[in-house]
């Protein structure tokens, strides 16, 4: 099988001629032996450009001794002029065999001047899958080198043909790692992959979306729906629709979890309604709330604080302003049972209840709480995090524990990146080199979150403002007047692995990844840690944990 650059090219949905050259690298990666790359940017280039990686040539196969055919690909209907083979766009015509040879004459240009590239011999092939040339001595491009509609299906032979195995150059001639090189950078990824970030956010939105739907249908009186979802199963989606579908009916939702910035992200997108109608809040946000309805001021300086908040709340019988017709748990596995009490007492009778937990990400070692008489929903399908990520967690996760986590991803990305390091010295030139990797393959500060394996005490990276030319952004530990967080000024978002849990980002950088034992608490962190990617995941990690995850994936 071919190796088609870049990759994630099977799953993105396209349609017109994009779709024609997506079933050409379908064809090509198939029937075109592995001692073959073929380069193309069919999803990763937009309409304006027509979907070319160089100009006008849709692919650039490479054969074994590093000699190139360039294709131009031409969908649809051509036309036969006397000036040869004229393919017309919107507002404009274009003669093919002036693209072709104006393209091939750049590139032999650009690669005249790349040491040892000089000599690369540089072929090219019109493909018309569409269209069947009738005469082919006027078309403007060698006979041999078109593929028409009659012999579509002969494409991986010509090719092999025009690039044979056995063809060789003279030592130094050509060094084919240069010409792989040499393709590699001038595929401007940085704007392409801003166009693929745009498209997998809403395709994994679309396909996660599937437990918001089939969940909402299950049927049961009084409604008491505990659902078990992995990281990346669409609980989030299935929050906001029992949230939306409440304030569209008039109804007063509650949505609370454990985690600060989760709590403020649904705020964020959840539908506001009419003044009090929902309300979205962490479990101490919301006993913060009930003691300041009674006219009580929480002492947040005194020790145990917070413990006192949970005891002084529970106490105090809740008003008609903390009635929900509607009440979402997120986070359930880091809740008590008194938590749980203190939450569900604010039901009304009819009020529908949904517990939304994931077992692999409870952090702080509570037990699981009894929901008696509740139904029960699994989702094991991550459709978040890439494919690789998912094989590697799955020769780290123990089967015995829960069924084992499904990659649905629409993603590839390649495998998971691991850089060691030795000290703290090492750590930060490590993570150095991964927001390099991140800028290298086309993600941009905004689409990159730097994750720590600590918490912000223990952290030895958040005491950094900036790593080389990153500035970094964190959580300051403070809030403002209105309750919002205060984060530092920086271009980078750095957080630890605990606040960071239950969001995710394009390019993740798991960073300080240090244990002495593989255990079952580290295991739980390197979930959580790495299912936060959605296109990319570098691991920075000490020799000594690298060894024992190495290890154990062997195994596995």
């Not at 903390?322 to 569900?344: K, M, Y």
Request: some cysteine; overall charge neutral; proline content about 5%.
């Amino acid at each position: 099988m071919a190796r088609i650059i870049p990759d994630g090219w099977r799953e993105v949905a396209v349609t017109g001629a994009a779709q024609r050259e997506i079933e050409t690298l379908a064809m090509l990666a198939e029937r075109l032996p592995a001692e073959y790359s073929v380069y193309h940017a069919v999803h990763w280039t937009n309409l304006e450009r027509g979907f070319a990686a160089f100009g006008e040539i849709d692919f650039v196969v490479v054969g074994p001794a590093g000699n190139l055919l360039l294709i131009e690909q031409k969908s649809g209907f051509l036309e036969e002029s006397a000036e040869g083979l004229v393919k017309h766009y919107a507002g404009r015509t274009k003669r093919v065999a002036v693209q072709m040879s104006r393209s091939a004459a750049a590139l032999r240009g650009k690669l005249g001047r790349r040491p040892g590239c000089a000599d690369t011999v540089i072929d090219s092939l019109l493909y018309c899958p569409d269209y069947r040339v009738r005469h082919p001595e006027t078309a403007g491009v060698v006979a041999e080198r078109i593929v028409d509609a009659s012999r579509r299906e002969q494409l991986p032979a010509v090719i092999a043909r025009l690039l044979p195995r056995d063809e060789a150059w003279p030592d130094g001639a050509v060094d084919a790692r240069e010409v792989h090189r040499f393709l590699r950078d001038i595929i401007q990824l940085e704007s392409d992959v801003s166009a693929l970030l745009g498209r997998a956010r809403d395709m994994v939105t679309r396909i996660s979306g599937g437990l918001a739907h089939w969940a909402r249908q299950i049927e049961c009186s009084p409604h008491r729906l505990r659902v078990s979802g992995t990281a990346g199963s669409g609980k989030t989606q299935l929050a906001l629709a029992e949230y939306r579908a409440a304030i569209d009916a008039g109804k007063r939702p509650l949505y609370v979890c454990f985690n600060r910035p989760l709590a403020d992200h649904f705020a964020a997108i959840a539908p506001v309604g009419s003044d009090g109608q929902g309300l979205a809040c962490t479990f101490h946000m919301l006993c913060e709330r009930i003691v300041r309805a009674h006219g009580e001021i929480p002492d947040f300086a005194v020790p145990d604080a917070f413990a006192r908040l949970e005891v002084r709340a529970a106490q105090l019988p809740p008003t008609d302003a903390f009635r929900f017709d509607c009440v979402i748990v997120d986070e359930g596995q880091d809740f008590s049972e008194a938590w749980r009490d203190l939450v569900l007492c604010l039901a009304r009778a009819d009020a529908r209840l949904l517990w939304l937990e994931d077992p692999l990400q409870n952090l702080y070692g509570r037990p699981p709480v009894a929901l008696p008489g509740w139904v029960g929903l699994r989702a094991n399908g991550n459709y978040r995090s890439p494919r690789g990520v998912v094989r590697m967690l799955q020769g780290l996760l123990p089967e015995a524990d829960q069924p084992a986590v499904e990659a649905l991803s629409p993603f590839e990305s390649g495998e998971v990146e691991i850089l060691t390091y030795a000290d703290p010295a090492g750590m930060l030139q490590q993570v150095k080199e991964a927001i390099r990797q991140c800028y290298s393959a086309g993600f941009r500060k905004p689409d990159v979150a730097i994750v720590s394996y600590h918490g912000r005490e223990n952290s030895h990276l958040m005491r950094h403002d900036r790593i080389g030319a990153n500035t970094l952004r964190s959580f300051s530990g403070r809030y403002d007047l209105l309750g919002q967080p205060i984060f530092s000024a920086g271009d980078l978002l750095l957080e630890s692995v605990y606040r960071f849990k239950g969001q995710a980002a394009p390019a993740v950088i798991f960073a300080e990844i240090d244990f002495t034992t593989l255990d079952d608490r580290a295991l739980r962190k390197l979930f959580v840690g790495t299912t936060r990617a959605m296109m990319k995941l570098v691991l920075v990690i000490s020799e000594t944990a690298a060894q024992q995850l190495l290890e154990r994936i062997d195994t596995a």
